[in-house]
């Protein structure tokens, strides 16, 4: 007879509460002897910490990495992603590549980003080979939304500093760093309002890489109509698609929660622009996101008891240019809407089926590969084992012109990468 499952939480959500239920798993203390824990992030940093001497069992799993912040940190992502193409352009491998203006090619997928205020004057020397643009400035630590403005004039930014008699930056609060990125000020727009992708990618593993990304995402709109002018930079109702601010805005509507699913924008975008061109838009997100978890798969702690579902967040340009914004490691389990709370219910069930297929205690010893039939609305996007394998018979797939760049296969809607 099996074992009784017994799982814990920080977080009393209807959607994970409702999982657990229906498989009548039996809730403990996070003290207790758990198999399963949903964590928050700061209760997987005490778990982890050398100094709590906690030892995690091979019937334990957990749904964080000790050091996801690796990726979800906004300033350490941007740092991981830097690094990872320097030393593929050390390699001197083709994914590297650059154009005439010394662009990367095909890893241009992070707006020109800087780190405040260790770049302080690189930033100021960015900005004054095109002093009219736009800056969007978010603290490094912070989610939802939350201390975010743009601006437009190194005054501007002066004026915020605590070091504003000097030619060097200091945050108003002495630990605050933030990252300062290029503002993408030719958002794609339907309705005339701007709006960015909510992707869910599931991480069992970095080394070997094995993640996968789920089918039913969404997009979140703004609820007034977008505009660059420079009158409205601090109007974040224009600007911001954050639920969390979006919410308090005259125009939100409750019954949709300002979303659209992703399968909707591809219907639409197949109708104004073409399949052709909404397949390579889909193919990019794809193709980023496996190389955003590449950049850290270096330096992630990869314990055996640990998953991960992220929550991407994409903004399309009015090229069809998909920008990698920032990556959450607790993505929102509210519910806005009750298409939002199925979605949300079934993403877990779905996550739980991946990492626990046999729905038994786990054993850590496992392979971390599931049977095809437990991936529900998952599509496996990269296995890194399948792709070494699959090294011998590259070049036949050459020939009949199914590589990508690099030599990686890629297809638009079975996002198996080979």
């Known amino acids: 007879m099996s074992k009784t499952m017994k799982f814990a939480t920080d977080m009393e959500k209807s959607v994970l509460m409702n999982n657990f239920e229906k498989r009548k798993w039996i809730q403990v203390s996070p003290d207790e002897d758990w198999n399963f824990y949903w964590a928050g992030v700061q209760a997987t940093r005490n778990i982890f910490n050398v100094e709590s001497g906690y030892r995690l069992q091979d019937d334990q799993l957990i749904c964080h990495f000790p050091n996801h912040y690796e990726l979800t940190r906004k300033d350490l992502m941007v740092k991981n992603i830097k690094r990872y193409r320097k030393d593929l352009e050390k390699e001197g491998s083709p994914l590297a590549e650059k154009d005439e203006t010394g662009k990367y090619i095909h890893l241009d997928f992070i707006p020109v980003t800087f780190l405040l205020p260790a770049d302080y004057n690189l930033f100021v020397e960015e900005f004054r080979k095109n002093p009219s643009s736009t800056w969007i400035m978010k603290p490094t630590g912070k989610a939802r939304g939350i201390g975010i403005f743009l601006i437009n004039r190194l005054s501007q930014l002066k004026k915020w500093s605590r070091d504003s008699k000097t030619s060097s930056f200091q945050a108003p609060a002495a630990k605050d760093n933030y990252v300062i990125g290029r503002y993408i000020d030719n958002p794609l727009l339907i309705g005339g309002k701007k709006f960015d992708l909510r992707i869910y990618i599931l991480v069992t593993s970095y080394r070997p890489l094995k993640c996968y990304v789920y089918k039913l995402g969404f997009c979140r709109f703004c609820t007034v109509k977008y505009s660059a002018n420079v009158n409205e930079l601090d109007n974040m109702f224009v600007h911001l698609t954050n639920v969390s601010i979006q919410k308090f805005g005259e125009e939100y509507n409750s019954q949709h929660g300002g979303k659209w699913t992703v399968e909707n924008l591809r219907l639409f975008l197949e109708g104004t622009r073409g399949k052709e061109v909404t397949d390579k838009l889909f193919d990019e997100i794809n193709w980023c996101t496996v190389h ?48 939002d709370r199925i979605m949300k219910y079934n993403l877990i069930s779905d996550t739980i089926d991946i990492v626990m297929p046999n729905g038994d205690v786990p054993d850590m010893r496992w392979n971390k590969v599931p049977p095809r039939d437990v991936y529900g609305n998952y599509e496996l996007l990269y296995d890194e084992e399948l792709a070494q394998s699959d090294v011998l018979d590259r070049e036949a797939r050459s020939r009949l012109g199914m590589t990508g760049i690099g030599g990686q296969k890629f297809k638009s809607r079975s996002t198996t990468w080979k």
């Open 292 to 339: 955003s978890l590449k950049a850290v798969a270096g330096v992630m702690a990869n314990d055996r008891h640990c998953f991960e579902c992220y929550g991407y967040d994409y903004l399309v340009d009015d090229n069809l240019k998909a920008w990698l914004v920032e990556v959450n490691a607790s993505p929102s389990l509210t519910s806005t809407t009750q298409n």
